[in-house]
Structures are given as structure tokens and as C-alpha cells.
């Protein structure tokens, strides 16, 4: 077994095609991303070398930071919703009736792209003709929040779609996962009398954890570097209030024309990420791999 | 008790389903309004006026081109994304060599990358290659970016096959290939079909890459389509509608297609824990 | 060794694969440089932003003059890739990075082309208008693409934005339109104690704020307070430019602005003006056609509305100063295997687009029209006239500045607007970035 296991070029093999392509196409952009932060450089002329001083002006910006944390709480807010995601994939791969048509209905918003969700949510928003604020009217409230114009109430506007639109995402991954514990499990524990709660919770959600500790890094890497909605509905206003990691490296590197700043910012993106996600998996990282 | 239990559950789940549903009511509403109803009234509302000229508009494009491409780079990069991602997953967890742990975490690196960081250094690598404007550069793309995600959802189920069958396999005297292809993929056919259902997902509604790569008629994709209605000072909202609804449509089918796998495979396959 | 044959195998199918796709893609490159003219000798390659399907009227007039163009000059192929707004600024830069420019592209002006000038990517145009081009063009249009007197754009559009009004609205309120600030202020105070909304503003694009602060600081500090402060022969600190940020949150403070004026998109404020739900609404002359000959607007709506120049304020500034200037015009890329033949290229275009662009697109070129020879709709006419007669048009100030400071501009206008900082440091933030770039 080990032998066979161990052999050097089958490893090659299963290994290297994905390894080279990653290697090219992600690892080569990040290293120019970071050397691109080096410089002093936008986009189109003559690049200067400027040394570290993109990085100690991200340090020093306030700006940065007041994106970082918003990329921090949606970080945050993404992780907690997987506790909804995991409820509902729990329900829904409980055998009851109608769970196959319910699951597949839950996972259409996930189907459309950024731009059409973004354009519904712009939509629901709307201060005046807006869905949200005329059901609020109905109910007799007069002056709803302009809930994507307040700068105080304007990011936990855009998480809320966040959330819907990655619903089916982990929905879908909880479900496949729970599908593939086997049934003689279950069966047994069954007759040994354990309620359905304590199935979910002490048989099913244990032997999935491999799965959550993988949701967790992705909501939380996915969060981190978090573009394409809020760009579309607020462009990270009003002043800067919705502004996150992402849509300011954007900003900077093609709108403002300062792509050396952008890249530093981008790489800084980057080891921010790396580091919360080591903390996180160092923090998991007991009794990995159960066996069925 | 239990039945009120149930009749919760139920008015929940439905509630839940009225609010993930409702996008796509709205989205074929709005394909038959005008740019003016769609943002002067409810998006609930029906159009006054049916505007089915949205769809002749869409149609008189050049969609079929933009279709077809959009499925082919799709496939093939899902295929590719897929399969290398299955094979680097079963490298490192059931291969045994020293680096395996090291190589995940450059996978999983590779899934930090904001994509715009990418955008001029993958443009320049292209154009010392000469793949801009070639369809190729265009599903290497989708490959690579969709590898570490793909990799990442396939690792948590790999961890938990069990090994036994592996061992008797082996013990048998079945080759590395083998077990993979005959026994390791058809057991993660639940998973495979989540990740194909992702990565759909995500190769169908990509812009930012064939805009920046792509610059000939003939090899853009559906999403760039939408561009088509996109001006300088007017957007033709409804015609974007249609054309978002046009392209929501194969990937509904397909999706409740490989949807239907993620219960089947594990039936399906004759090995069991 | 059974095994190890067969992991060739698999390694052969994969790299067969991969092959496989490299070839597709090398036969479809073929085809790309196979062009459908034979005799083909010189391709142009051409970038707009005018999609058929948002922008069929100006499409199609790109596509007469290239076809007339290949047409006289046989050899000559000219290569269109079209692209929406947003993604057209996207790729532009991208391809500079990597020196890639179309040889004939659309660029905005000043702050704007600042950057490809620098980077020596745009060619200058001076032999092209000095063959008499120049007088073709309104005085004062080539000008917004002129760096260090070399002139790198071709105008394309020329705009001035009035106040567009709903004339049903103030005839129910009983008002008529504003010359002065007070009055201006009255009918706004009217509307907004009758629930109607004064005015339409879309603040998430932020340029649009930016107009009504322009026209604050051109009718309080007179036509060049603003300008010089952007060129650093002025400050920001400029009392007048305070005075005007004071009077945009005095303004917020009527009530002037719909509801929500920081979240909507300039699309959706002209929608609440276009549904009845706004009385007034500053923007660009582009938006014309739909108050003239969009069919797809209502008649009613259409014949109901009306311009009026900003007001003057409390005495001073000038009703015939003007915020507005050229759009998008044409640059040849210096680095172009093609460029005398590009340029050639786009002189023609320009003064075909001029001869046809108001009459069959509605837009106001940036060359002279002649108003005699075509048959426009009123408020055309009226706003040429206005054109002919403005004695200043200051250019947006978005495009004035460099990108760097007009992204502070912009972000700053919006604070300002939200009332989360005070005209002070609205100024402020100005004048810091303006002097650091110096």
C-alpha cells in the first residue's frame, strides 16, 4: 500500500498539471502584483522604484483601514450566516417531503450574476419606489431609511444580498455533504433512539466538520476580497462608507491611475488574508480528517 | 405538537423559498419593461406595456455567436477544472509524500488573489505568448482561478472516503490509475457534480477576463453581450433584461440537471461505507 | 511498468488535450488576421463606445463613415471593436499597460488624457488640425485636449447642461422659472412644502453633485475662480469656493434633492424627472433626444419640459456662463504601425461625424454647425444659440483635474452633499490634494 502510494512520478502526475497551471496564472500575477507595489507607477508611463513606501503610505492610510474593517465584519457576517446555510441544508437533507424541489428553489439566486442581482437589490432599495420602503409605508412608517445613502446603516444594506446571493453556494456544498454520510449510520443511531436533533447535531454535523472547516475558509477568504455587488450598488459610497478592501484597490489602481499603490494595496489584501486564514485553520486545525 | 412542529417548518421553509424565488419573477418582468417603467415603478409591477421588442432586439445581435461561446469555454474549462482539481485533491490526501501540506497551502493562496491584482500582469503574459484575442487564454483562465475553490470543496469529502476500499484495491493489485478513475471518482460524483455546478456558475457569468482578453466579435461570450446595451449616456435597461433572462435559462436547466446528480451519485455508486 | 505506461497514457491524453485547445485557438487566429478584403494592405484598428444596441443612431453613422472611408482609400481596412462606457475605461487601460492601444480610440479631455500623454501614447494632432481642421472646430473645443501646446484629441461632442424643468409641475405650483438665487431658492421651498420633489439628483455618480457646485462657484466667484484654483494659479481656499460648498448643504437643508440623492445613480434620478416625480434636473445637453425625439418618451412628457440657465446669485456671476465642454473625441496612438494613415482616418471621421452626427444622433459635434441646413427640434436651436452665446463654458471639473484628484473631488462632493463634512474642509481636501500634486 505505502509503496504503491508513495510512488514519486504517479504523484507527479495527479499533482503537477494543476500545480503548473496554478503556478503560472496565479503565482506569476502575485508576484508582479508585488512588485508593481514597489513602484511608483500609473499604468501607463514610465514605472520608478520606489521601495516600500506604497506599503508604509497603506499603513499610514486611514482609508485603507476603514475598508479593512468593513472587509472584517463582512468576514464576520459571512461566517456566522453559515450557521443559517448549515440549518437549512440540515432540514432540507432530513428526508422530508419536498425537500428536492425546496433545495433546487433555493439555490436560483445563486444562477444569476452579479450584475442582475445587483440591479434587483438597487431596486428593492430604492428610497422612494423601492419595494422595501413601499412595504414599510404600507405599514405605516413615514420616514424609512434611504438605506443605501446612510452612511450609517449603508454596509449592512449590502450584506444582506451578500448573504441571499451565497445561500445556495454553501446550501448546496452542506447538502452534498450530508448526503454522502451513509444511511447505515444514521440507521443505527436511530435505533439506538436518538432524537432527530441529536442525530443532526451529534452524528451528522460532526462527520461533516471536515466540510464546515472548508466553508469557513472560503466565506472568510471570499469576504476578505469582496468586489463585484457593492461596486455595482454603492461604488463603496456614500463617502466611503460601504468602501471595502477590494473596490479601494480597484479605485485606486484604474480609476485614480494609481496602479503602483493599487498593487501594494492589492498584495497587502493579500497577506491580510493569508494571515487570517492560518489564525483561522490553526484554530480548527484539531481532529481533522474523520472517517466514516 | 408535532404536527404545528412541521406546519412551522413548512411556513419557514416556504417563506424562505417565496424570497429566494422571487429574482427570477422579477428578472422576467423587467425584460419586458422599458428603461423609463423599469426604474419609475415597482419592480414587482406588471409592465404596462409588454415589451417583447427586448427580445427581438437581443435577438437580432449577435447572441448565437456569443452563445455558443459561452458554451464551449464553459465546458471545456469546467472538464479541466474538474478532473485537475480531483486529481491534485486524491494527491494530497491519499498520496504519501512530504510536501503535500505545503502544496495545499499554495492552493489555497491561490484562492486570495483579488482578480483585478491579476488583470494587467495576465493581460501582459498573454501578449508575450501571443494568446490575446484567443480563446485559449480565456479557459486557462477560468481553469486556474476556479482550481483552488474547486480543490478546497473536494478536499473536505476526500478526507472522509474511507480508506478500506482503497487498501483492498490495492492489495488486489489495481493500479493508481485505476482506483482513481474506477472506484475514487465514481464515489465523489455528489461532489463532482456540486463543483460542476459552482464553476458553471462562475465560467457563465464571467466578464471580466473576456472583456479584458477578448477583443474579436466572434469569440465573446454572453456576458459581455450585455455591453451591447450599455451607452455612453442612455442604458437600455430592458434589453438587458432579456438578455440577462436569455442566458439564466440554459444554466437553469443544466443546473437542475446536475442538481438531481448530487443526490443520485451516492445511490448510484455500488461502494458504500 | 505496466503502471508507469499507463500513467504515460493519461499524461498524453491531457497534454493531447491542451493541445488540441492551442490549436483551435491558433486556426481561429488565422481566420483574425485573414481579412475579408483581399487586397487589404493597411488595417486600422478603431475603438468606440457607441454599442448598436444602446447607441443605434451613432453606430450606424460609425459604420457609414467606415464604409464610405474603405470605400475611397481601397487597401484600407478599418478593425471596430465597440464596448460599453465602463469596460471601454477598463480596457483602454489595460491595453496602454502593455502599449496596446487601438490606433484610432475615443479619450476624454484634459485630466483624462494627462496620463497617456505622459506616457507618450497619444500622438499630437497638430498636423491634422493645422491643415485646416482647426476652424472647422466651435473656438475653445480642441483646446480641452491640448497639453504644453500639442493638441491630442479630436473632439467628437460639445455639451453645456441647463436646468431641464417640468412646466406642468410649476404651472400647478404657480412658478415660473428663476433668475435669480432667491428665486430659485422660492420655487424649490414651494415644491418642497407642496411634496413634490425639486430636484432630481443622482450623487452616487458624484459628477452629477459636482455640476451644482460648479455653477455655485462660477455665478459666486465669477468664471475663473474654480478653474485657476484646479491649474494652482488660484486656491481653494478661495472665499468664494466656500461660500459655494455653504450654499450646496444650505440647499440640502430646503430639501432640494429627492430623496435619497446619495444612493441613486444619475440613471435613476432622471428617471424620477422623466416619471413627473422631480421638477428639475441638471445635466449634459446629450440628454436632449428624450425631451425632444425620443419616441420612446411620452409626447406629453416630452412637450412639457423646458431649460433654463442657471440663476445668478445675489447679483452676481453670469447667466451666459456655462458648465459643460467637449465629450469624447479621437486620439491616435503614437506608437502605431498605421498612424499617418489613422490619422487621415479620423480627420475624415470627424468631419463626416460633424455633417451628421446632431441631425441623425442627436449629438451636438464639437465642429460648427451650420443650423440653417438642418431641421432640428426647438430646443436644439435654442440650445445652439445659447452655445453660440455663452461667454464662458467651464469644463467639467472632474475632467479638468488629474484622476488622482478627481477621485478626492468626487468622494469629497458626496461628503459634502451628506452633510459628513463642512465647506471648510470640502476645500480643504482640495487644496491638499491639488498642492501635492504640484
Known amino acids: ?292 | 405538537m408535532k404536527r404545528i412542529g412541521y406546519l412551522i417548518l413548512y411556513a419557514s421553509l416556504g417563506f424562505v423559498a417565496i424570497f429566494q424565488l422571487f429574482p427570477i419573477i422579477w428578472l422576467v418582468l423587467f425584460s419586458l419593461k422599458d428603461t423609463r417603467e423599469i426604474f419609475g415603478s415597482n419592480p414587482l409591477a406588471l409592465p404596462q406595456e409588454w415589451k417583447w421588442e427586448n427580445y427581438v432586439k437581443v435577438w437580432e445581435g449577435d447572441v448565437g455567436v456569443y452563445f455558443f461561446n459561452s458554451v464551449w469555454y464553459t465546458a471545456i474549462a469546467i472538464i479541466l477544472t474538474v478532473i485537475l482539481a480531483s486529481m491534485a485533491a486524491f494527491a494530497i490526501t491519499r498520496m504519501q509524500w512530504k510536501l503535500s501540506s505545503f502544496v495545499l497551502g499554495l492552493f489555497m493562496v491561490g484562492l486570495m488573489i483579488p482578480v483585478h491584482s491579476a488583470l494587467i500582469p495576465l493581460f501582459k503574459m498573454f501578449l508575450s505568448v501571443d494568446l490575446i484575442d484567443k480563446p485559449l487564454s480565456i479557459i486557462l483562465t477560468y481553469t486556474a482561478y476556479n482550481l483552488p475553490i474547486t480543490l478546497m470543496i473536494l478536499l473536505g469529502f476526500y478526507y472522509t472516503l474511507p480508506r478500506e476500499i482503497e487498501e483492498a484495491a490495492i492489495i488486489d493489485g489495481c493500479s493508481i490509475n485505476r482506483l482513481f478513475f474506477r472506484i475514487t471518482l465514481p464515489m465523489t460524483i455528489p461532489v463532482m457534480s456540486t463543483t460542476v455546478i459552482i464553476n458553471m456558475i462562475y465560467n457563465w457569468n464571467e466578464f471580466v477576463f473576456v472583456n479584458t482578453f477578448i477583443s474579436s466579435d466572434k469569440y465573446k461570450t454572453l456576458t459581455v453581450g450585455i455591453q451591447n446595451f450599455i451607452g455612453q449616456y442612455m442604458t437600455d435597461w430592458g434589453a438587458i433584461g432579456a438578455t440577462l433572462v436569455i442566458s439564466v435559462l440554459p444554466i437553469l436547466l443544466a443546473f437542475f440537471f446536475f442538481s438531481n446528480k448530487v443526490v443520485e451519485g451516492i445511490s448510484a455508486s455500488a461502494v458504500k461505507g | ?438
Open chain 1, 1 to 292: 500500500m505505502k509503496k504503491v502510494m508513495s510512488n514519486k512520478l504517479m504523484i507527479a502526475i495527479y499533482i503537477l498539471p494543476a500545480l503548473l497551471l496554478i503556478g503560472i496564472l496565479i503565482y506569476i500575477p502575485l508576484a508582479l502584483t508585488g512588485y508593481y507595489g514597489l513602484m511608483d507607477w500609473d499604468g501607463i508611463g514610465e514605472m520608478t522604484f520606489l521601495g516600500l513606501e506604497n506599503y508604509i503610505t497603506a499603513i499610514k492610510d486611514m482609508k485603507f483601514w476603514d475598508s479593512a474593517y468593513h472587509s472584517f465584519l463582512l468576514a464576520i457576517f459571512s461566517t456566522l450566516s453559515l450557521f443559517i446555510y448549515l440549518g437549512i441544508a440540515l432540514i432540507l437533507a432530513s428526508k422530508i417531503k419536498g425537500a428536492n424541489l425546496l433545495r433546487k428553489i433555493y439555490l436560483i439566486p445563486m444562477l444569476l450574476s452579479s450584475v442582475a442581482i445587483a440591479q434587483l437589490w438597487i431596486k428593492v432599495y430604492n428610497p422612494s419606489n423601492g419595494i422595501l420602503n413601499s412595504i414599510l409605508s404600507a405599514f405605516g412608517i413615514d420616514n424609512p431609511p434611504v438605506w443605501l445613502g446612510d452612511t450609517s446603516i449603508v454596509l449592512y444594506s449590502i450584506f444582506i444580498p451578500i448573504l441571499w446571493q451565497y445561500a445556495g453556494f454553501y446550501i448546496l456544498i452542506y447538502y452534498a455533504a450530508l448526503k454522502n454520510i451513509p444511511d447505515s449510520l444514521i440507521e443505527a443511531a436511530k435505533i439506538d433512539g436518538a432524537s432527530p436533533l441529536q442525530i443532526a447535531f451529534k452524528i451528522k454535523v460532526p462527520l461533516i466538520m471536515g466540510v464546515i472547516k472548508v466553508t469557513v475558509v472560503l466565506a472568510i477568504v471570499g469576504s476578505l476580497k469582496y468586489f463585484d455587488l457593492i461596486y455595482v450598488m454603492t461604488g463603496g459610497g456614500p463617502s466611503g462608507a460601504s468602501e471595502v478592501m477590494a473596490s479601494y484597490m480597484y479605485k485606486t489602481a484604474f480609476s485614480s491611475y494609481n496602479y503602483g499603490y493599487g498593487s501594494a494595496i492589492g498584495f497587502l489584501l493579500l497577506l491580510i488574508t493569508l494571515v487570517v486564514t492560518y489564525l483561522i485553520r490553526k484554530f480548527t486545525s484539531k481532529g481533522d480528517e474523520i472517517q466514516y
Open chain 3, 1 to 438: 511498468m505496466f503502471k508507469r505506461k499507463k500513467a504515460i497514457f493519461w499524461f498524453a491524453i491531457l497534454a493531447s488535450l491542451i493541445l488540441v485547445l492551442a490549436g483551435c485557438s491558433d486556426d481561429g487566429g488565422d481566420d483574425s488576421t485573414d481579412k475579408d478584403d483581399e487586397n487589404a494592405d493597411t488595417t486600422i484598428s478603431f475603438m468606440h463606445l457607441w454599442p448598436e444596441g444602446s447607441s443605434k443612431d451613432h453606430y450606424e453613422i460609425v459604420e457609414k463613415i467606415i464604409g464610405q472611408y474603405e470605400d475611397d482609400n481601397p487597401g484600407v481596412n478599418v478593425d471596430v471593436e465597440v464596448l460599453g462606457n465602463e469596460q471601454y475605461k477598463e480596457k483602454l487601460k489595460v491595453l496602454s499597460s502593455s502599449d496596446k492601444l487601438p490606433d484610432v480610440g475615443m479619450t476624454w479631455a484634459a485630466g483624462f488624457l494627462t496620463p497617456y500623454v505622459d506616457g507618450k501614447l497619444f500622438a499630437p494632432l497638430n498636423d491634422v488640425l493645422d491643415s485646416g481642421l482647426q476652424d472647422q472646430f466651435v473656438s475653445g473645443t480642441t483646446e480641452a485636449y491640448a497639453i504644453d501646446g500639442n493638441t491630442y484629441g479630436l473632439p467628437l461632442e460639445l455639451n453645456i447642461a441647463p436646468i431641464f424643468y417640468n412646466k406642468a409641475i410649476f404651472e400647478e405650483h404657480g412658478l415660473s422659472v428663476p433668475t435669480t438665487y432667491e428665486e430659485f431658492k422660492n420655487v424649490v421651498k414651494t415644491l418642497a412644502d407642496n411634496g413634490v420633489a425639486p430636484i432630481a439628483l443622482g450623487n452616487k455618480d458624484r459628477w452629477t453633485g459636482s455640476l451644482w457646485y460648479m455653477y455655485l462657484a462660477d455665478r459666486i466667484g465669477g468664471a475663473d475662480t474654480l478653474t485657476s484654483a484646479i491649474d494652482r494659479t488660484g486656491t481653494f481656499e478661495d472665499p468664494a469656493l466656500v461660500k459655494a460648498a455653504e450654499e450646496i448643504q444650505n440647499l440640502v437643508d430646503l430639501g432640494a434633492f429627492a430623496e435619497g440623492y446619495n444612493a441613486l445613480s444619475d440613471e435613476e434620478a432622471k428617471s424620477l424627472f422623466m416619471n413627473d416625480q422631480a421638477a428639475m434636473y441638471l445635466i449634459g445637453s446629450w440628454d436632449l433626444p428624450n425631451y425632444t425625439t425620443n419616441e420612446d418618451v411620452p409626447q406629453e412628457f416630452r412637450d412639457s419640459v423646458g431649460f433654463f440657465n442657471f440663476p445668478t446669485v445675489e447679483g452676481s456671476g453670469d447667466l451666459t456662463s456655462w458648465v459643460g465642454g467637449p465629450g469624447v473625441g479621437l486620439f491616435v496612438a503614437e506608437n502605431s504601425d498605421v498612424k499617418e494613415e489613422a490619422k487621415k482616418f479620423a480627420a475624415y471621421f470627424v468631419e463626416q461625424w460633424g455633417q451628421q452626427a446632431v441631425a441623425d444622433a442627436g449629438v451636438i459635434p464639437a465642429t460648427k454647425v451650420d443650423t440653417s441646413a438642418v431641421e432640428l427640434p426647438d430646443m436644439y436651436i435654442d440650445v445652439l444659440d445659447e452655445l453660440n452665446n455663452a461667454s464662458n463654458i467651464t469644463l467639467f471639473a472632474d475632467v479638468q483635474m488629474s484622476p488622482e484628484s478627481a477621485q478626492v473631488h468626487l468622494d469629497a462632493i458626496q461628503s459634502l452633499f451628506g452633510g459628513e463634512i463642512s465647506p471648510e474642509e470640502f476645500t480643504k481636501l482640495h487644496e491638499e490634494a491639488l498642492a501635492a500634486e504640484q
